[in-house]
Structure formats: C-alpha cells, structure tokens
C-alpha cells in the first residue's frame, strides 16, 4: 500500500484527487465535501460546523489517533 501525504490544494481539489489517484481523503470543510465524495472516499473530521453533512463515503473521524484506526480498517482494494 502506497500512502502519500503533502497535497495541499485549494477547493475543489477534484482535479488533484484524480491527477494523482487518490483514494483517501481527510476533509473537514462543508463547502468542498460534496464535490470530493463523488470521486473518493472521505474521512470526514468531525467538527460542530460539519455534523449535518452524510454520505455513503463520508466516514467520521474524531481524532487524529481516530483517522489512523479507520485507516487501518478500511480496504481499498
């Protein structure tokens, strides 16, 4: 399994998330999820701003120690 972090964009992010095969995200913004979870699965970091949004690939995450459990249980492929 390949794991990379150190993209960094501005929203959308679409175009960088296929540019570069992405199959994770970790997002906290209700402006951006609805264009991300069309292409990748999200974990979505719970914050007070974001808790109305659902979708079937929003997973959320609590913490930091949280992202890297739910990272271990997921199968991407």
Not at 64 to 70: E, L, P
Request: proline share 4%; net charge negative; hydrophobic share 40%.
């Amino acid at each position: 399994m390949l794991i990379e972090i150190n993209i960094f964009t501005k929203p959308p992010k679409v175009k960088e998330i296929l540019e570069n095969k992405i199959d994770l995200m970790i997002e906290d913004s209700p402006t951006t999820i609805n264009e991300l979870v069309k292409v990748v699965k999200v974990l979505y970091y719970d914050t007070r701003y974001n808790r109305n949004i659902e979708h079937e690939n929003i997973i959320r995450v609590y913490s930091w120690y949280d992202i890297y459990m739910k990272i271990n249980e997921i199968k991407l492929f």
